[in-house]
């Protein structure tokens, strides 16, 4: 296929269902630049990313056209033969890597012997910066708009993830520039897009599910973005420990903190690493498929995953000191590139799910770090 002939893509149509939405805070990006822009809306973010750990911006400046291309992109992809998006697929068992294709999964329900198949098929794209090489195969149809990836990656970095760095860092009483410099675009990172493509199911498969199609969970890295697509399956465990839908906002940017810049090496917990998962959509949108275009931001691969000396963290108690403790060589300190392949190889090899309760919650240990993990 050549860049020309892809299909424009077209967004199905909204939900006209009431449902119990999540109340987000939505981020004015436009505002980022102007005088005391930032600290406004670090000052506005503050509480969202504390008690919800999701919100979301609008007005980032990624041309809609460029968001809409690569939901093009992840049709034409999903809908190849299995044999050609097999050619490029995950190794979850062989290393933990997280590129390429994953087929929907057999899963154990509820520790029972009683097996159900995922309805969600996934591509994951490595990071594709101008300033190295990246040694991961492509499929075919992704090296012909290589070109393009590579400037929604770039963009999505600049203009939404970056900006948030700087917030998160302003409101930990950080340097501007201390999240940016542990999570710097052009180094090597672990940073990809996930394309995902949900199949409808029929009512009664959906039940031996308890209608989840992707089980709760936290995301491993820093931040994540879902771009805004139109059928409602999005749900976060709310602070009153039930589950809120999130709903669109047409042009906007769904975003979420993720465990490194909540759990553990970085923020201690202060910032919220929140419990979503996607669910059966509302009647008028449960027989149409789902498209989800996500980046997923994650720590440079040779940072050490050390708390964050933050003012705000030592005030809090969540750490006694504004010294790297850890710091100075120690061979246990783990780094990005560790972590996220230990934890990423750890999480998608389970065959079982607990689809009956909202999760168990285990630690997930690697050398010296040891992180929450959510999952059902
Ligand atoms: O498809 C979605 O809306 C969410 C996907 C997600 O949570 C993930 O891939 O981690
Ligand atoms: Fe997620």
């Given amino acids: 296929m050549s860049p020309t002939d892809l299909e424009r893509w077209v967004p199905p149509p909204e939900t006209k269902a009431e449902l119990d939405w999540a109340p987000l805070l939505t981020v004015d990006l436009s505002r980022f630049d102007s005088p005391g822009g930032k600290e406004s809306l670090a000052a506005e973010l503050k509480g969202a990313v504390t008690t919800w750990g999701f919100w979301t911006v609008i007005n980032s400046g990624i041309p809609q056209s460029l968001i809409d291309r690569h939901f093009a992109i992840a049709s034409a992809f999903f809908n190849q033969p299995l044999e050609e998006k097999r050619k490029v697929v995950t190794d979850y068992a062989g290393g933990g890597s997280h590129f390429g294709y994953r087929e929907p999964r057999e899963m154990k329900l509820n520790g029972s012997e009683d097996v159900m198949k995922q309805n969600v098929e996934m591509l994951n794209i490595p990071k594709l910066p101008p300033s190295y090489e990246v040694n991961q195969p492509l499929h075919d149809l992704i090296n012909d708009y290589r070109q393009e990836i590579a400037e929604f990656q770039r963009l999505c970095y600049v ?32 940073d990809h897009i996930r394309m995902l493509k949900y199949h409808p199911r029929l009512e009664d498969e959906d039940q031996r599910v308890k209608d989840t199609w992707l089980g709760g969970h936290t995301d491993f890295g820093s931040l994540t973005l879902l ?55 509302p009647r008028d949108q449960a027989h149409l498929q789902r498209i989800s275009l996500v980046y997923f931001l994650r720590p440079g691969n040779d940072i050490p995953m050390l708390p964050a000396p933050s003012p705000i963290l030592l005030r809090e108690r969540l750490i006694s000191t504004l010294e790297n403790v850890a710091d100075g060589g120690s061979e246990e300190v783990v780094t990005g590139y560790e972590y996220v392949r230990a934890r990423s190889g750890y999480y998608n090899t389970r065959k079982d799910w607990n689809v009956d309760g909202k999760g168990e919650k285990q630690l997930f240990q690697v050398k010296n770090l040891s992180v929450q993990d959510y999952y059902n």
């Fill in 159 to 190: 203009k939404v993830l970056r900006r948030l760095l700087v917030l998160i860092a302003i409101i930990l009483e950080l340097p501007e520039d201390y999240l940016v410099a542990r999570h710097d675009f052009l180094r090597p990172s672990e």
């Fill in 227 to 281: 771009f805004n697509q139109p059928v409602v399956a999005l749900q976060i465990l709310a602070p009153s420990n039930d589950w809120k839908w999130v709903k669109p906002v047409p042009g906007g940017i769904t975003c979420n903190a993720a465990d490194v810049i909540t759990n553990d090496y970085d923020l201690k917990g202060y910032i919220k690493s929140c419990v979503h998962r996607v669910v059966r959509p």
